[in-house]
């Protein structure tokens, strides 16, 4: 059923991401979209891949903003996946049930095989998590690399989501965000963790790390000559003398 | 938001056929059904033609038509599978309802006199006429994001307009078919000034109803100040774009805005109230031109219901508010 789980997940997995370190290199989205390629939503629609206009569904997008005008403003690199709300309304709307969020982990899925691709799932996602692949008339969306956390068959520091564990900079963390102790929750309490979009009442899992406050500008202003009347003698003499 | 052609045409068309089966069945209740076998077979055959018409398109943008019916099994969360379950629901009471107009019913004083049994199937089939254009105000309604769909006057506007186009068409028929009633050509002209009102209140709350979501809120950078996409994260479309991109130009918007409202209310209350001015052929002829204009009219009316609707992922690639 689409309906939700009865109260909270047990685990509640999911992604912090520090947009004070993120350096925007588009790393975590590649390797995104190599893994899952061939992972549990493979395959990703390449459309006219070697064309003008190339284009396909990635689940992981890296935005980039300017904020603020003065010497406080600056760019921040802005990843953005699916955030497995603990409101998905992406599951609600979905009409034949492909759409679920799984009581034991809290991440938000699609049964390819059931989905008619009525795309309505995507119109309730505030946050453009979901992408129609036009190739399969099926909607995608990022996994939380349920094909990597779980899998036995890697090292267990490599059973990460591929965007954490290929982030140069260590900008993605992975963890279970319910547990009030895990390293991801206690990151969260630290850094001020935040929900994007709080007012749409969705309650996404992932939280954003704020940019870290700057300190004052490297080269202060000369502070204004006082207007003595030495100083003002002295203009005078200037403006006099400059005719 | 992308105004596609098949949910316009499948919005406008199920709710006029929703509309005329709901009234139809009114009639039948208020036992004011006129005793006319081309009436009723013409009637009949458009309110299910459009209803019918309007569910199939609906499925021409999915991915997967072939498994449509799987919508039928999420009623309890979601609206979309309510509305398919109330469809087809739908069409038992609707199917009885026909039968006993049809076949089974005993003209008297012009009116057809219904078996009990029959009436009550009309009864029912009126509920579930309502309950399915609820349901489809609903899918919209209930989609957050979208503020301009998710708020109180779009179940009421969907709700009005069925009806409105639904009282059109019964209006048209009836005169075209020699069959007039002069109460259901005063509620026609009722209902049209209602609905109109509707969609004037309407255009009011959503041009002046400030975002709730901003890009400062989508990015939670707003304490550094104001937010700029500096760089989008792809260079060309994605489905993102194409399907929660769209966007009207203000100017446009306000032309079409005047033209949906002369075509789809204005003119057809003008020509309603001269349908109940004149005499045979004229008022036929105005009342069947008020009908094709209103359905036109509200053509228009849901393409700028799409078009103008502002989705909050924009935020993420450039919009301000949405």
């Given amino acids: 059923m689409t309906s939700l789980p009865r109260a909270t997940t047990e685990r509640r997995l999911g992604l912090v991401i520090d947009l004070d370190t993120c350096v925007g290199c588009h790393a975590c989205a590649v390797n995104c979209r190599e893994w899952n390629a061939g992972g549990f939503a493979a395959p990703l629609t390449d459309l006219d891949p070697y064309g003008a206009a190339p284009e396909g569904v990635w689940f992981n997008r890296v935005h980039s903003f300017e904020a603020g005008d003065d010497e406080t403003g ?79 068959n890697l090292e267990e520091s490599d059973r990460v989501p591929a965007c954490v564990a290929t982030c140069p900079t260590s900008a993605r963390h992975f963890g279970d965000l319910g547990d009030p102790h895990s390293a991801v929750s206690r990151l969260v309490a630290d850094r001020k963790g935040y929900d994007l979009m709080p007012e749409q009442g969705y309650r996404p899992t992932n939280k954003y790390l704020p940019p870290r406050r700057r300190g004052p500008p490297a080269v202060a202003p000369a502070p204004a000559a006082p207007a003595t009347i030495e100083g003002k003698l002295l203009q005078w003499a200037d403006r006099l003398l400059s005719r | 938001m992308h105004p596609a052609y098949s949910v316009i045409a499948f919005t406008v068309a199920s709710g006029a056929g929703y509309g005329l089966l709901g009234c139809l069945a009114a009639l039948a209740l208020l036992g004011r059904l006129p005793a006319a076998p081309g009436f009723a077979w013409t009637a009949l055959g458009l309110a299910f033609v459009l209803a019918t018409a309007g569910l199939l398109s609906s499925t021409l943008h999915l991915g997967h038509p072939e498994r449509a019916w799987r919508a039928f099994s999420q009623w309890r969360s979601s609206w979309l599978s309510r509305e398919g379950v109330a469809a087809l629901a739908g069409y038992v009471p609707a199917g009885l309802f026909a039968l006993g107009w049809l076949f089974l019913s005993e003209p008297e004083g012009g009116f057809a006199v219904l078996h009990p049994a029959f009436i009550g199937a009309a009864a029912v089939a009126l509920a579930l006429c309502l309950v399915t254009v609820f349901c489809t105000a609903m899918i919209y309604a209930s989609l957050k994001p979208i503020q301009r ?153 849901r393409w700028l219901f799409f078009a103008e609707a502002k989705h909050a992922v924009t935020l993420y690639y450039g919009a301000d508010r949405a």
């Fill in chain 1, 74 to 152: 600056r760019t921040v690199y802005f990843p953005k996946s699916c955030l497995h709300c603990a409101e998905p309304a992406c599951v609600t709307v979905c009409p034949t049930g492909a759409s679920y969020k799984r009581a034991s982990d809290g991440i938000v899925l699609v049964d390819e095989q059931k989905c008619i691709g009525c795309k309505l799932c995507s119109w309730a996602c505030p946050y453009g998590a979901r992408e129609y692949d036009y190739d399969s008339g099926v909607m995608k969306k990022c996994t939380l690399c349920i094909d990597r956390i779980y899998n036995e």
């Fill in chain 2, 149 to 301: 769909w998710h708020n109180g006057w779009v179940a009421p506007a969907y709700l009005m307009f069925a009806a409105m186009s639904g009282v059109l068409w019964l209006t048209a028929l009836m005169i075209g078919f020699g069959v007039g009633q002069r109460a259901v050509l005063w509620l026609a002209a009722a209902l049209i000034a209602l609905a109109g009102a509707v969609k004037l209140g309407y255009w009011r709350f959503i041009d002046r109803t400030a975002s709730a979501s901003t890009a400062a809120s989508a990015t939670g950078l707003g304490h550094l100040g104001a937010v700029r996409l500096l760089d989008p994260p792809h260079t060309e479309e994605n489905y993102l774009l194409r399907e929660m991109g769209y966007r009207l130009a203000r100017k446009h918007a306000a032309k079409l805005r005047r033209l949906a409202f002369l075509m789809g209310f204005a003119l057809p209350l003008v020509l309603t109230l001269v349908a109940a001015a004149v005499v045979q052929p004229w008022a036929a002829i105005a009342a069947g031109a008020a009908a094709f204009l209103a359905t036109a009219g509200l053509v228009i009316e």
